[in-house]
């Protein structure tokens, strides 16, 4: 494994993917197959600092063991040396550590929004274009702080967009989807008087699907089926499906699942039937 | 790959179908054959580089991980296709697992997608939506 490869990686990156690493996300409308050649080397240079990030995270809790050692050798044997060695290796990789963390990119582009633009250039036309909003940077600051009901003294809650897509398929149905990030951030005082802060992640993602009555209309079997949903709407020109995804993790991180968004996505299908076009 | 045939227009129509949850004729002309399923393809569906069809070839990997360039078998699939055999590949389990629930608009299944068991509606899509693609436009260049 090269060190040095990720950075060669990223000056290979256009000014704009740059940019993208830099903010942590972007707002743009393009072509599926445009969105794809801009986020895959993006999707690549973040594999590729998570792979060295892994190693380089594994020799440094060592190198913090070394250190430890040397400083114990150190005091027994009256003598700097030791520890100073052990010093440096601990301070390089720290050093390699810290710049590979600094551009990281969130993995749910790699591992959900990346997969998912493939399927859907599946699923539209060429020259339809996907609104894509992203914006990974969920820093913990006052204007991300939301006021929510369940507010307790010492509880702050935190709120970010971080994607919001939309765009139309080739039969005319309406996509949207939207994932939403709520971080609750709870201080704690132990008895010994520690204060501990304690986080986690309440994710909720939002499918919307409007499909044209000319191609489809409601099924009239699974009437049952339908009311338990209760997510199928029919209008005069519309049939609109809505569902949420709710996920909690613990910390201010969490994947998406893209196999269960995708099996969502699915469900309306199964209760469609031919619409009126001709 | 075999029989390449310059002459566009004597051609027949690619016989993939495109889509994820509704499929749909892909429309454009076949310029090769697939020699593991036997159907006309045009070079979007069967790239040069490969040595059969994006579907067989999504059809043939186990399951991969979100990203292509993870994938066991990336030395012998050109980097630029992998995503995409990735996407049909997640098309084939969703389908496969669920069948029954996707829907083919057109007139024209074929027996390749039998194991979907796709509900046809026989519905143009040129009828309902302005959103037809330039001909020349191809998704990957091959």
């Known amino acids: ?278 | 790959m075999s029989d390449n045939t310059d002459n566009n227009m004597t051609s027949p129509a690619c016989d993939a179908k495109r889509g994820f949850f509704t499929l749909y004729d892909c429309g454009k002309s076949s310029q090769a054959q697939c020699s593991s399923c036997q159907r006309q393809l045009c070079l979007e569906h069967f790239p040069q580089k490969l040595s059969r069809c994006l579907e067989c070839e999504a059809q043939a990997l186990t399951p991969a991980p979100a990203l292509a360039s993870e994938h066991e078998t990336a030395e012998s699939v050109p980097q630029t296709h992998l995503d995409l055999i990735k996407a049909y590949q997640q098309r084939d389990q969703l389908l496969t697992e669920h069948k029954g629930s996707a829907i083919y608009l057109g007139t024209n299944l074929g027996q390749y997608y039998q194991a979907y068991d796709l509900r046809s509606f026989d519905i143009e899509l040129s009828n309902i939506s302005d959103l037809a693609d330039s001909p020349d436009e191809v998704f990957f260049d091959s």
């Open chain 1, 1 to 278: 494994m090269n060190i040095f490869e990720p950075r060669k990686l990223y000056n290979n990156l256009s000014q704009e993917q740059q940019q993208f690493i830099t903010d942590k996300g972007c707002c743009d409308s393009m072509s599926a197959h445009k969105w794809i050649r801009f986020l895959e080397p993006i999707c690549r240079y973040d594999q590729l600092c998570d792979n060295i990030a892994h190693t380089v995270g594994k020799w440094l809790a060592f190198s913090f063991f070394a250190q430890v050692a040397g400083i114990i050798i150190g005091v027994m044997f009256e003598t700097i040396l030791i520890p100073a060695i052990a010093l440096v290796p601990l301070v390089i990789l720290g050093l390699i550590y810290r710049s590979v963390q600094k551009k990281d990119v969130n993995d749910n582009l790699r591992k959900t929004v990346y997969p998912l633009i493939n399927v859907l250039s599946l699923e539209i036309g060429n020259r339809q274009k996907i609104t894509l909003k992203l914006n990974f940077d969920k820093e913990l600051v006052k204007q991300a702080i939301v006021k929510l009901p369940q507010s307790k003294p010492k509880t702050i809650f935190y709120s970010f967009d971080i994607i919001e897509a939309s765009t139309v398929f080739k039969d005319g149905t309406k996509f949207t989807w939207k994932v939403n990030d709520v971080i609750r951030k709870r201080t704690r005082q132990n008895p010994r008087g520690k204060t501990k802060t304690k986080y986690k992640l309440k994710r909720k993602s939002l499918i919307n699907l409007n499909f044209d009555t000319k191609v489809y209309q409601l099924s009239k079997a699974n009437l049952k089926l339908k009311k338990e949903l209760g997510k199928l709407t029919e209008s005069a020109d519309k049939i609109c499906y809505k569902q949420t995804i709710k996920q909690s993790y613990d910390g201010t991180t969490g994947e998406l699942n893209t196999k269960e968004m995708l099996s969502t996505m699915r469900v309306p299908y199964q209760h469609l039937t031919q619409g009126a076009a001709t």
